[in-house]
């Protein structure tokens, strides 16, 4: 049997994103670690975005319907994963031997959280609305023109991007407010996946990456480092604010306190 040749560029972004979103159709079928899931579904909603971006100028109108698919389900899971988020990064501050403050509001909540999980499924039994909404999603994927979607296509779009990162970042050092800060992450996150794709899609293809490889490897890297510590410092931001939502002053002013000390350490982004 002769052996099977690699697919082409085109081909392998087109399997790629298929994957993916079958991917996230399985994270929303997770009965076993709802939580997980949601936060795994979150996860691939923003890679399959990034990766559709990468034919952005060959997609033209037939992309925006998908976004907008896409951008639905993400913002209505968004509570679910904010709320899991706030638990896991109390538990992460609180420690191994919570103090009496923290255990307190981390069962708060935790409450908060799995009563938003109860709510939802009750709106929708087993994630199925949500699970059809990716299958559509993933057929109108699969009818995009991916043939156009060439290696200088993909390139030119990793060169712009590169360059609307490095405007963002120019952006945050002038005015760092939260809304600069967050649209630096957002395209720094964009184009990490990005490369992680295209570095995917070039070892599927069985092409050789030339001058580039270096430096995307690289760009890599920079751009998950970005992204992770832009991350660390919005999720702690949000956990302040699930705090503050408490209305218990007394029991969170130390607990401020400590995210307070730990945004410090991120003052140099």
Request: charged share 30%; glycine share 6%.
């Given at each position: 049997?002769?052996?099977?040749?690699?697919?082409?560029?085109?081909?392998?972004?087109?399997?790629?994103?298929?994957?993916?979103?079958?991917?996230?159709?399985?994270?929303?079928?997770?009965?076993?670690?709802?939580?997980?899931?949601?936060?795994?579904?979150?996860?691939?909603?923003?890679?399959?975005?990034?990766?559709?971006?990468?034919?952005?100028?060959?997609?033209?109108?037939?992309?925006?319907?998908?976004?907008?698919?896409?951008?639905?389900?993400?913002?209505?899971?968004?509570p679910l994963r904010d709320a899991h988020v706030a638990v896991t990064l109390?538990?992460?501050?609180?420690?191994?031997?919570?103090?009496?403050?923290?255990?307190?509001?981390?069962?708060?909540?935790?409450?908060?959280?799995?009563?938003?999980?109860?709510?939802?499924?009750?709106?929708?039994?087993?994630?199925?609305?949500?699970?059809?909404?990716?299958?559509?999603?993933?057929?109108?994927?699969?009818?995009?023109?991916?043939?156009?979607?060439?290696?200088?296509?993909?390139?030119?779009?990793?060169?712009?991007?590169?360059?609307?990162?490095?405007?963002?970042?120019?952006?945050?050092?002038?005015?760092?407010?939260?809304?600069?800060?967050?649209?630096?992450?957002?395209?720094?996150?964009?184009?990490?996946?990005?490369?992680?794709?295209?570095?995917?899609?070039?070892?599927?293809?069985?092409?050789?990456?030339h001058h580039r490889a270096k430096h995307d490897k690289a760009s890599t890297?920079?751009?998950?480092?970005?992204?992770?510590?832009?991350?660390?410092?919005?999720?702690?931001?949000?956990?302040?604010?699930?705090?503050?939502?408490?209305?218990?002053p007394a029991l969170v002013a130390p607990l401020t306190d400590q995210i307070?000390?730990?945004?410090?350490?991120?003052?140099?982004?």
């Amino acid at each position: 049997m002769p052996p099977k040749s690699a697919p082409s560029i085109p081909t392998a972004l087109a399997l790629f994103a298929s994957r993916e979103c079958r991917s996230i159709a399985r994270s929303l079928a997770n009965t076993k670690d709802r939580h997980g899931g949601i936060h795994a579904a979150r996860k691939g909603l923003r890679r399959l975005k990034s990766l559709l971006r990468l034919g952005a100028d060959v997609f033209g109108g037939s992309l925006a319907d998908i976004e907008a698919r896409i951008g639905k389900l993400a913002t209505g899971l968004s509570p679910l994963r904010d709320a899991h988020v706030a638990v896991t990064l109390a538990q992460k501050l609180a420690g191994p031997r919570p103090s009496p403050a923290w255990a307190e509001a981390i069962t708060i909540l935790e409450h908060r959280r799995d009563g938003r999980l109860v709510e939802a499924l009750h709106k929708d039994p087993r994630f199925l609305k949500r699970r059809h909404a990716v299958r559509d999603i993933g057929d109108l994927v699969e009818r995009l023109p991916w043939r156009l979607v060439k290696r200088g296509v993909v390139e030119a779009t990793l060169d712009d991007q590169q360059q609307r990162v490095v405007s963002a970042g120019k952006r945050v050092r002038k005015e760092a407010t939260p809304a600069n800060l967050h649209r630096w992450r957002r395209r720094a996150r964009r184009l990490r996946m990005q490369l992680q794709y295209w570095r995917r899609v070039l070892r599927a293809a069985n092409k050789t990456a030339h001058h580039r490889a270096k430096h995307d490897k690289a760009s890599t890297h920079a751009m998950a480092k970005l992204s992770d510590a832009l991350g660390a410092k919005q999720d702690l931001r949000a956990l302040r604010v699930h705090l503050r939502a408490l209305k218990k002053p007394a029991l969170v002013a130390p607990l401020t306190d400590q995210i307070a000390e730990e945004l410090k350490k991120h003052r140099k982004l």
